[in-house]
């Protein structure tokens, strides 16, 4: 049955709706740079070696001459043909997404923009760039078909190509190849090997299973008419699921006469005709044209729904990503003041367990509780080295001999036992100090977590900040240093022995060291008395020690740093003039903030565009 006018102009709608939304999106997503991974938009990509006929063959799809052409690579940066039918239109005409407001209606002009438009943005060398161009060409005589072209695939550099010109190319090509919503047309030359084929190659990579690849022989004519190659036509030796189409190409010599397109297209159809009889309605640009069509049509019609949520979840994400990246500053002393009570307030709430931070070691905790966990196994661990040296009998021996001078004594002097707990006890003051420098190494990473946290934005605040945070905990630190000193002082100065714990312990200690009548000298008698007395007295000073330190810390490390980090930062940064200094934005970050918002744009235009799909 026959299609009727009124069913051609239905699906013509249709196609120009589904398609004309893609192109849209194509063209809102164009400023914000590559979006292949993001969106995949359903889209027809060329690929080929140079020299396979992919320009003729996007020449003859559109019916007009307006690719470059020359030695080397012409194609340096993608190029988006929009091809949109427009019954309105009296000819075709054709207008860039650079200079909208310019109509091309001569296409020598849009070939010469095209050159023009690719030396602006990759320089006059031979180097490439990723930014497509994105040429719509309005038309009364062609289907609306959307491609896109790239630079053809070339193994080593000729001329003043980069030296890694293949791996440049291969990048690009592979960002858009990858995408599981790209059509891989693949041009091969029929005249040459189809084994060795570089599109072929690059689409099975990406497309093991060749779904999404159509195979384009150009060059028939001059293939050679055998038996292998005329079963490459018929699909029996390349397995591509959306078929296998041959093209002729205009020789060099046919251009230089200028011939036309449509006399090379009538010129194709009448040699399929002649030679491949049975296959000629399956071949040629015009069914080629007709095949993508459509294939695009339904492909695009299949992504859509899927590609309205991926807009959405990607307009969350990049919102959150905004959200994060931060407002650009305006008003540099009030966000100053705002990020410096953040601070401060954050610290405090982290040390009473009402928030946790990340520390420079990865762990997510509380840092009041971090800080107790460190600093009790701190203060544990470092005194709970001390311990009586192995010389310690020695010591005492020589201490009771030299305290009875020339004359030996019927007693031991009690200064023997006040000197051995004094030495002793200075063995305290490292293990001590070690603990409170822990506790300070805690206080700092946290700090400075908070302080990467809150001003990443700003290096120079951050650094500012750090500093005015080390030299507050130095001084801190040598308030509690100070008063420990002090505590150890006084503890040696008066050596209580009628300290409770200590007399409490005396009864056990002589019982377990009373007289023997073997020992018949008093020095030798005394000494693990005395060695015993020693060592309890210091475990009470040790246990007395666990319990102040921790105190100490507290009062003037922790507390009285939090209490006054507030005011340090006021007091060292609120100065003359500083502001713009400290308000001045990392360049990656304050970049990385405008692709972002650029991107959070383009999203939401996207979602009005895909909302009006019907």
């Known amino acids: 049955m026959a299609t009727t006018p009124k069913e051609i ?39 080929g070696s140079q020299s396979t006929g992919k320009t003729s063959v996007l020449e003859s799809i559109v ?148 779904k999404r690849t159509l195979a384009v022989i150009s060059k028939v004519d001059l293939m050679e008419k055998t038996k292998e190659k005329r079963e490459v036509l018929e699909g029996k030796r390349i397995n591509v699921k959306l078929g296998i189409v041959g093209v002729i190409n205009r020789s060099q010599a046919q251009l230089e006469d200028g011939m036309s397109i449509e006399e090379s297209l009538n010129r194709e159809e009448e040699y399929f005709r002649m030679n491949y009889q049975y296959l000629a309605p399956v071949m040629g640009t015009r069914f080629l044209t007709q095949r993508l069509c459509k294939i695009l049509m339904e492909h695009v019609k299949d992504c859509l729904p899927e590609l309205m949520d ?50 420079t070691s990865g762990k997510e905790t509380s840092g009041g509780h971090h800080l107790r966990n460190v600093f009790s196994k701190a203060i544990f661990e470092e005194l709970d080295k001390i311990h009586l040296p192995d010389t310690i009998e020695e010591e005492i021996r020589e201490e009771i001999l030299s305290s009875m001078g020339a004359t030996r004594s019927l007693f031991t002097p009690n200064i023997v036992f006040d000197n051995m707990v004094k030495t002793q006890l200075k063995r305290f003051e490292l293990p001590v100090r070690n603990s409170i420098k822990k506790c300070a190494e805690v206080v700092t990473d946290i700090t400075t977590s908070i302080g990467k946290q809150i001003f990443k934005r700003f290096p120079n605040l951050l650094r500012e900040s750090h500093h005015i ?104 940064l609120l100065v003359a003039d500083k502001a713009e200094t400290l308000m001045t934005e990392d360049a990656f970050h304050a970049e990385r903030r405008e692709k972002v918002l650029k991107m959070v744009k383009a999203l939401e235009r996207a979602d009005e565009i895909t909302s009006l799909i019907e």
């Not at 004309?20 to 060329?46: D, K, W």
């Not at 030695?71 to 239109?89: E, H, S, W």
């Not at 969350?316 to 990246?325: G, H, I, S, T, Y």
């Open 9 to 47: 102009q239905q699906r013509c709608c249709t196609m120009d709706g589904f398609l004309g939304t893609i192109n849209r999106l194509q063209e809102v997503f164009s400023t914000v740079g590559n979006t292949q991974g993001m969106l995949a938009l359903p889209q027809i990509v060329v690929i």
């Open 63 to 210: 019916q007009k001459d307006f690719l470059p052409r020359g030695d080397g690579i012409v194609t340096r940066r993608p190029l988006v043909l929009q091809i949109t039918q427009d019954m309105k239109a009296k000819e075709p005409f054709a207008v860039f997404n650079h200079c909208p407001n310019t109509i091309f209606r001569d296409f020598e002009q849009v070939k010469q923009e095209i050159i023009a438009d690719t030396d602006r943005e990759c320089g006059t060398d031979k180097g490439i760039n990723p930014k497509p161009i994105i040429l719509k060409i309005n038309t009364p005589d062609l289907p609306s078909l959307t491609i896109v072209d790239l630079p053809g695939i070339t193994k080593n550099p000729v001329g003043d190509q980069p030296p890694d010109i293949e791996t440049q190319i291969l990048s690009l090509l592979g960002e858009y190849v990858r995408n599981p919503n790209s059509i891989i047309l693949a041009v091969s030359p029929g005249n040459d090997d189809l084994a060795n084929s570089e599109s072929l190659k690059l689409a099975r990579e990406v497309d093991p299973d060749m």
């Open 310 to 359: 991926r807009i959405t979840e990607q307009k969350v994400k990049q919102q959150e990503a905004l959200d994060e990246l931060g407002p650009d500053v305006e008003d540099k002393v009030g966000t100053l003041l705002e990020l410096l009570f953040q601070f401060a307030t954050q610290f405090s709430e982290n040390i009473e367990g009402k928030r946790k931070v990340v520390l």
């Open 469 to 572: 945070s080390l030299c507050l905990l130095l001084e801190k630190v040598k308030v509690v240093d100070d008063f420990i000193e002090s505590y150890l002082k006084c503890e040696q100065t008066y050596i209580n022995s009628n300290h409770r714990l200590f007399v409490a312990s005396r009864p056990e200690i002589e019982r377990n060291h009373c007289d023997t009548e073997d020992v018949v000298d008093m020095e030798e008698m005394n000494i693990p008395k005395i060695k015993a007395f020693v060592e309890e007295y210091v475990n009470i000073i040790r246990r007395q020690l666990m319990d102040v330190v921790p105190k100490a810390v507290m009062c003037f490390l922790v507390n009285e740093f939090n209490e006054n980090l507030h005011k340090a930062h006021m007091k060292g």
